[in-house]
T-cell receptor
Framework: DGGITQSPKYLFRKEGQNVTLSCEQN?????MYWYRQDPGQGLRLIYY???????QKGDIAEGYSVSREKKESFPLTVTSAQKNPTAFYLC????????????FGPGTRLLVL | GQQVMQIPQYQHVQEGEDFTTYCNSS?????IQWYKQRPGGHPVFLIQ?????EVKKQKRLTFQFGEAKKNSSLHITATQTTDVGTYFC???????FGAGTRLTVKP
């Protein structure tokens, strides 16, 4: 489970504000992922990146943006365009073929008031 | 990306009973991974299956990958209260997850 940090654990924001969630990994993994989880629901893919300076939209990318300027970091910005941003956000990373275990960070619970 | 359907959504068992969750796809999968998420926690990797017909065991857990590589199952023998949580399957380079099966165990 170790090697991926997400901060903060809880985040409160006012409606209409952009907020950036951090995700850092020291596992030297190429691929990184962002998921959203609503209470009692599964994981929905927001964005993923398989190499630095490249990323792909997942199933629910609208209202979110990401960057991948460094291998270790994959921050997620929840913009004001996201209609219902309150959720549990999970970041994950995965190694190359043959080392495909996906490791998750502890998550950030975002509450928009 | 490849999508997987997971059933059942919920399963409530008496401690000691067996439990099975299924993951199905309409397309051939390159591999499938299984994760467990405890209440309030984050998903934790359990296992990856790659080969057609593969069966792997971890103590009371048995994982199977179908011959056609379109379905997979996780079976828990003699459930314990420590097995409580949500079990997910996931697949593909974009790591899309099934909806999960939430297991509750009555002591």
């Amino acid at each position: 489970d170790g090697g991926i940090t997400q901060s903060p654990k809880y985040l409160f924001r006012k409606e209409g504000q952009n907020v950036t969630l951090s995700c850092e990994q020291n596992l030297n993994h190429d691929a990184m992922y962002w998921y959203r989880q609503d209470p009692g629901q599964g994981l929905r893919l927001i964005y993923y990146s398989q190499i630095v300076n490249d990323f792909q939209k997942g199933d629910i990318a609208e209202g979110y943006s990401v960057s991948r300027e460094k291998k270790e970091s994959f921050p997620l910005t929840v913009t004001s365009a996201q209609k219902n941003p309150t959720a549990f956000y999970l970041c994950a990373s995965k190694g190359r073929r043959g080392q495909e275990t996906q490791y998750f960070g502890p998550g950030t619970r975002l509450l928009v008031l | 990306g490849q999508q997987v359907m997971q059933i059942p959504q919920y399963q409530h068992v008496q401690e000691g009973e067996d439990f099975t969750t299924y993951c199905n796809s309409s397309t051939t999968l390159s591999n499938i991974q299984w994760y467990k998420q405890r209440p309030g926690g984050h998903p934790v990797f359990l296992i990856q299956l790659v080969k057609s017909g593969e069966v792997k065991k971890q103590k009371r857990l048995t994982f199977q990958f179908g011959e056609a590589k379109k379905n997979s199952s996780l079976h828990i023998t003699a459930t314990q209260t420590t097995d409580v949580g949500t079990y997910f399957c996931a697949t593909g380079n974009d790591m899309r997850f099934g909806a999960g099966t939430r297991l509750t165990v009555k002591p």
